[in-house]
């Protein structure tokens, strides 16, 4: 196949430069294809397509593989990540974050939209001198069972209503507008001819293109890099993964889980390197359980502790994953543990039931960083071939940064657009 420009990745940025693209007319009059490693799925069945990695240390990573990516198992949250921090190096993306807010509907949870147990968490919280806030949210309040007062709880699982948008939400639309999906074609690595990049390799396929834009996830993106023959020490070093923990304990009959997922965001100014956020996760009912308590979903309050973790990991090229703790990650977890049982015990959480899941991480990047593997316009050193996914963010967010990787993609492809 002969294409002239190939996306690959189907999540967050690639939909966002494909549709760029289409919607500057590259669609129509120029060939452009997005590749995608997974199937076609139904938003309601995203669970299914979950996909869990282990770094060699035991940490849980998540994603998801299939068209829409990991959008499809987020929570919906959307506030601006990094905006300060890009704009010290060069990267205004004011406008692309008015533009998105807007084209994806972002909006403040309506406090009237909170459950019983968020509710008790944000009281909590305030009486303690915390400052919490509603989460901005990709969610249609209108559409969603929570603010229905029906029971729910699915953002993650796969929203029933459609409520939430998803990557896979605008498949029809830039489809419409000259772009072709192939999904179950899984890239191995880009082809590089005297420096310049003339396709991708995938599924034991040769796919030839002028040029070629990385959206595989941070994961992946490293493991195409390494597998083209990029020779730099940096490609797929200095992975994050806003590592988080959530701690929860009992109160029976609160029906937690019934509610939307973090829908209020406690970002005090006090706190250091770590955000919290209301959060229901099966394992604590597990571990509960497994000390004696009697509880079942609907009898467990959480809040998640979120860390702004140093980029302390590896990719290699076979997959396998390297992610340590730092003694400045553990400070800044044990910090945010302590605040979130002090919030859950006076939200009325038994004191002494409270338990703390294992290590996860939902937001992995830096793999590709500005500064180090692209430049400040996502070029990599290789003519024609462009990253725009997690693995170019140049530090740990600490907050979901799906609207900024949004963003980046947004400004790649208005650029390539007018080319």
Known sequence: MEEDIIIVGSGASGIVVAKELAESGKGKDRDVVLLEAGPHAKTEDAVKYYDKILSEQGVEIARALCVGGTTLVTAGNGPRSLEHELKAIGIDLEQEFRELEGEIGIKPVPEDCYGGGTKKLVDASAELGYKAVPMPKVIDFDKCMSCRRKPCGDCVIGCPTDAKWTAASWIEE??????????????????????????????????????????????????????????????????????????????????????????????????????????????????????????????????????????????????????????????????????????????????????????????????????????????????????????????????????????????????????
């Open 174 to 419: 830039v489809t419409r507008q000259g772009v072709k999906v192939v999904p179950d074609t899984k890239v191995e690595k880009v082809l590089i001819e005297n420096g310049s990049a003339v396709g991708v390799s995938a599924n034991g396929k040769e796919f030839k293109s002028n040029l070629v834009i990385l959206a595989a996830g941070a994961i992946e993106t490293p493991k195409i890099l390494l597998a083209s023959g990029f020779t730099s020490d940096e490609v797929g070093k200095n992975l994050f993964i806003d590592t988080y923990v959530t701690v929860a304990g009992v109160m029976k009959g609160i029906n937690f889980n019934e509610e939307g997922t973090m829908q209020a965001l406690i970002a005090d100014p006090s706190f250091k390197n770590f955000i919290l956020s209301p959060h229901f996760a099966r394992h604590s009912v597990e571990i509960l359980n497994h000390k004696g308590y009697d509880a079942s979903d609907k009898d467990v309050l959480g809040l998640m502790i979120k860390i702004k973790d140093e980029m302390s990991g590896v990719v290699h090229a076979d997959g396998t994953i390297e992610k340590y703790m730092t003694d400045k990650d553990s400070v800044a977890l044990l910090e945010g543990t302590i605040i979130a049982t002090e919030i859950l015990e006076r939200a009325g959480a038994e004191p002494k039931s409270v338990c703390t899941t294992p290590l996860r991480g939902a937001h992995p990047g830096g793999t590709a960083a500005i500064g180090k593997i692209v430049n400040s316009n996502l070029e990599t050193e290789i003519e024609g071939l462009f990253i725009a996914d997690a693995s170019v963010l140049p530090e740990a967010p600490g907050a979901p940064p799906m609207l900024t990787i949004m963003a980046l993609a947004k400004r790649l492809g208005k650029r390539l657009g007018k080319e």
